[in-house]
């Protein structure tokens, strides 16, 4: 198997964590990319044996320095084989109680923030006439859920601007995909969500039953484990035929449920999943 040499944006915890850990310790070359350093000596430490196959990178997807920084870095390597756009965050609450700077934090991170790393990476690999763009969508790239507008709002301009990008750059070699889990213990929706809410809230209900139905689930989240696996399949794979990889318990059926059915009884489903109706 060719050994090949991988970036990776969040690297310090999540999927991103496991797939680092995963791909050094099949002896690919793996670029970490850690916005706290302290976490990615944690990394190294948990990558043992394997740490010799890790370049830990200080990177903040959302600082024009630290990006640009990276292009400096990535000269350093014969190639870039792949980038994986992990570097993100879940930002709750309803759309009238979240303010235009809180959506725009929530941008700047799981949007932007992949805007960027990727036109950094780009130039690399259209020299080389091939790569895979590798990004980390969600199922709430597919369907909406109320209380989680911000990251719900982010993760759909992603599958938009991924869906564009492939097209874009097939005639160069370059392969870009999107990984679409469901809910896996990652800790996005603990140490990983912000949550906006006002302490008189008029949706402080509807909240409560959406903190309950996350609280219910949580028991059924699958094992990571699966999504690192699919990342170093798509890695050392020579060629993605397909833009989208949903993963997770149910995500195939919800998603092709919402596709098929009228609105009206989605809403009902929806609503009546968490006591709203």
């Keep these: ?45 948990a990558a043992g044996e394997s740490a010799g196959n890790i370049q830990l990178i200080h990177l903040d997807v959302t600082s024009s320095p630290s990006v640009a920084a990276l292009s400096a870095i990535l000269t350093e390597h014969d190639r870039i084989d792949a980038l994986i756009n992990n570097a993100g965050f879940a930002y709750g609450g309803f759309a009238e109680e979240v303010t235009a ?83 896996f213990s990652t800790g996005i929706w603990t140490t990983g969500r912000k949550v906006s809410f006002l302490e008189e809230s008029p949706y402080s209900d509807y909240m409560q039953a959406i903190e309950n139905e996350l609280n219910r689930s949580s028991q059924q989240h699958g094992d990571p484990q699966e999504v690192a696996r699919l990342l170093v399949h798509l890695c050392e794979k020579d060629k993605l ?12 059926m919800t998603a092709a449920l919402k596709r098929v059915l009228p609105w009206r009884v989605w809403e009902r489903i929806v609503l009546k999943k968490l006591g709203m109706q």
């Design 101 to 183: 700077d809180g959506f725009r934090e929530q941008f700047e991170t799981n949007f932007f923030g992949v805007l960027a790393v990727t036109d950094t990476v780009l130039p690399f690999m259209r020299k080389q006439k091939s790569g895979k763009i590798l990004n980390m969508s969600s199922i709430s790239g597919l369907i909406g859920f109320p209380g989680l507008s911000p990251y719900v709002s982010s993760k759909h301009a992603l599958e938009g601007y991924s869906e564009s990008l492939r097209l874009e750059l097939n005639p160069f070699g370059i392969d870009v995909a999107l990984i679409e889990p469901g809910s």
């Design 241 to 252: 035929h397909k833009l989208r990889y949903p993963i997770g318990r149910g995500v195939k």
């Design 1 to 45: 198997m060719q050994k090949k040499t991988i970036l990776i944006t969040g690297s310090s915890s999540g999927f991103g964590k496991l797939a680092a850990l995963a791909l050094a310790e099949r002896g690919h070359r793996v670029l970490a990319a850690v916005r706290n350093p302290v976490k990615g000596e944690a990394l190294l430490s």
